[in-house]
């Protein structure tokens, strides 16, 4: 049975072994929860991207103290954002939970034209982006990650193509699209060690909104001859994205 995993903010080693950690209030609820007591041993993961198995020695509120067991293992995980636009209920809940467990780096929630879901002020969308970030930490720790991807606020389509430029490869996933595949930028990229990906939401991406990711420099490609449903090309594409870039086993 695997360990209990806790993110902490920070963590400090003693030579003699002794390590002290601080948790953050969702981490320390969680460790109320789980009931850990003195004795028990867990896996805390800090912001370095490194895991540990540690002996608990002491606790009290968001400080843990313990005796280093083991170093786990520090991830080197390829640099894959998800731009992905809005779908219905559970359907980006389902988009979320599933492409932190895959090892995307940053999940951005965009409001396409064709979004169902509308958020009438700041307060919603804030409200919306802290559920989302709640759902990538349960699942990266579900998942046995030692990084928590970062969920942005609900984010207009504007500002998310200015997210990513930063990316060296854009790739948008399109309906429409008559030919190219994943495979196929990368195959011309083979050097790329940071991709954005753009998936659309219910109804997909309009023609206007394709032409101006190709504008940054996108690349349009097709997942086939079926058209999938959004949460379903979401989960598809950023699994052949983070595996083109060594992830999931795959080494370049």
Excluded: Y
């Amino acid at each position: 049975m695997s360990l209990p995993q806790f993110f902490v903010i920070d963590m400090i080693a003693a030579d003699n072994g002794s390590v002290s950690c601080t948790l953050d209030e969702q981490e320390a609820h969680h460790l109320r929860v789980r009931r850990i007591g003195v004795g028990e041993h867990i896996v805390v993961a800090d912001t370095s991207g490194t895991s540990f198995e540690i002996e608990v020695t002491d606790i009290l509120d968001a400080a843990l103290s313990g005796v280093l067991v083991r170093v786990l293992r520090h991830s080197q995980v390829p640099a894959v954002t998800l731009l992905c636009g809005i779908s219905k209920g559970e359907r980006m809940d389902l988009t979320i939970r599933a492409c932190c467990e895959l090892g995307v780096t940053t999940i951005v929630p965009v409001m396409t034209e064709r979004c169902i879901v509308k958020f009438p002020d700041e307060a919603r969308r804030n409200a919306k982006g802290e559920r989302w970030r709640g759902i990538a930490r349960a699942a990266s720790k579900q998942s046995g990650q030692n990084r928590i991807p970062s969920v942005l606020d609900p984010t207009s389509f504007t500002k998310a193509l200015e997210l990513a430029r930063d990316s060296e490869l854009i790739i948008c996933a399109w309906e429409e699209a008559r030919d190219g595949s994943i495979r196929d930028v990368f195959s011309d990229h083979t050097h790329a060690a940071s991709a954005a990906l753009f998936i659309g939401p219910e109804g997909g991406f309009t023609r206007q909104e394709v032409e101006a990711m190709e504008g940054i420099g996108a690349k349009v490609v097709s997942l086939g001859e079926t058209i999938l449903r959004s949460e379903t090309a979401a989960i598809v594409a950023t699994a052949l994205v983070v595996s083109e870039l060594g992830g999931l086993g795959f080494a370049r």
